[in-house]
Every structure is written in structure tokens, then in C-alpha cells.
């Protein structure tokens, strides 16, 4: 079946403007994530859901990063007010349970965001 | 918090080399650890992980790694590469709660 996927696949947006990333996860998947990876560094985490429940939003960085998941199925991150700083590629993965051990977390080809 | 270091920012070697790529973490509890890969122009793919038993994992392509609880380690390996094996790779924990922590990666070139 389908992957994880992600739209769009690259976003440049000015400073201060308002961005969407969607996340369309694989069908069935209970559990999404989001992670942010910096250029050169690895993924770090955001945010994830269970079903349509946010679990946990330790990772979000600031009040300016907003994620949703209404349905259950697809996610969107928003980011408000966009700076430099956040210019990043979005990672968001899915797995099909929720807390399980060994779970594998399957990546979709991440937004790339440039912020100018 | 838990932390993931890898050791190696960049490996350069040729074909048929053996590869080894080390991974330690920073937690005392119980632990998953995973590899994953990421090819040129591609997205995260699982390699290998390590959840319960055997701690010599084997992965895809000829990867395996071995946890040693001790060292807190989960050392990634490879007898003998091929060109195709270049790729960014990711070391990461899930220890409480389901989040994945990553290593900052290891950029490999594999010469033909």
C-alpha cells in the first residue's frame, strides 16, 4: 500500500507569514508524529497523536506551532508567524499501534521549509 | 532526557571495507533502539531494531547491530559495503513514551 505522504514537498514563505504542512499518514495507522530536522542534525521530536488525542506536545518549540488531527487520519502542522529559525525540513511518521515496544514508526518524504 | 550520540560525523571508505557505526545512548530504563537509513533524494527507512531477546540484530542489506546494555551501546555494522550503501544514517531511542530520539547521523561514502 501507499506510504506516509506529505504536501507540499517544499514550502518558501516570508517572514511572518502563516504556513500549513499536511501529513496524510498510511491508512489504519493509529499513532502520527512530527519531527523537525535541522540542517546537518537529526530528526528531533514535535508532537504526536493518538487517533484524533494529542498525547504529547512536548516538543512543539514555541505558541507559534499548532498541530491538528480532527478525524484521526491526516495531520496538519501550522506554524504562525513564521522566523528564519524555523526553516527546517517536517518529518512526519506514522506506526500502526499505539504502545507497543519495537513499534516501527514509518517516515513520510518531509516538507522542506525555507523561511525568508 | 534521554540523548543519542553518534560518534562519527562522516565515514569515507571503499567498496568491500567493513563498516561499523557507533551509537550510545543515555538512559537507564528499559529501551527500543533502531536504525534507520536515509539514500540520496530518499526518506527515512527502517534498517533494523532492537526491542527484547538475541541483542545481535540483523536488518536489511546486510546490517546488523549488537545492544550492549552495559555500554549503553547499539553499534551498527557491516562486513563488506557497496557503492549503494551511501546514505545518512540515524541511530534513535524510544524510551518513555513513544518519541523517537535521534543521533545527529553519520554521512557514509562508500567509493566505488
Known amino acids: 500500500g501507499a506510504g506516509v505522504s506529505q504536501s507540499p514537498r517544499y514550502k518558501v514563505a516570508k517572514r511572518g507569514q502563516d504556513v500549513a504542512l499536511r501529513c496524510d499518514p498510511i491508512?489504519?495507522?493509529?499513532?502520527l508524529f512530527w519531527y523537525q530536522q535541522a540542517l546537518g542534525q537529526g530528526p528531533e521530536f514535535l508532537t504526536y497523536?493518538?487517533?484524533?488525542?494529542?498525547?504529547?506536545k512536548s516538543g512543539l518549540p514555541s505558541d507559534r506551532f499548532f498541530a491538528e488531527r480532527p478525524e484521526g487520519s491526516v495531520s496538519t502542522l501550522k506554524i504562525q508567524r513564521t522566523q528564519q529559525e524555523d526553516s527546517a525540513v517536517y518529518l512526519c511518521?506514522?506506526?500502526?499501534?499505539?504502545?507497543?515496544?519495537?513499534?516501527?514508526?514509518?517516515f513520510g518524504p518531509g516538507t522542506r521549509l525555507l523561511v525568508l | 532526557a534521554q540523548s543519542v550520540s553518534q560518534h562519527n560525523h562522516h565515514v569515507i571508505l571503499s567498496e568491500a571495507a567493513s563498516l561499523e557505526l557507533g551509537c550510545n545512548y543515555s538512559?537507564?530504563?528499559?529501551?527500543?533502539l533502531f536504525w534507520y537509513v536515509q539514500y540520496p533524494g530518499q526518506h527515512l527507512q527502517l534498517l533494523l531494531k532492537?526491542?527484547?531477546?538475541?541483542?545481535l540484530v540483523k536488518g536489511i542489506k546486510g546490517f546488523e547491530a549488537e545492544f550492549i546494555k552495559s555500554k549503553f551501546s547499539f553499534n551498527l555494522r557491516k562486513p563488506s559495503v557497496q557503492w549503494s550503501d551511501t546514505a545518512e544514517y540515524f541511530c534513535?531511542?524510544?524510551?518513555?513514551?513513544?518519541?523517537?530520539?535521534f543521533g545527529g547521523g553519520t554521512r557514509v561514502l562508500v567509493k566505488p
Open positions: 511518521a506514522s506506526s500502526l499501534g499505539g504502545t507497543g515496544a519495537g513499534e516501527t514508526q514509518y
Open positions: 491508512s489504519g495507522h493509529v499513532s
Open positions: 497523536f493518538q487517533n484524533e488525542a494529542q498525547l504529547d
Open positions: 538512559y537507564g530504563g528499559t529501551v527500543n
Open positions: 532492537y526491542f527484547s531477546g538475541d541483542p
Open positions: 534513535a531511542v524510544k524510551a518513555a513514551g513513544n518519541k523517537l530520539t
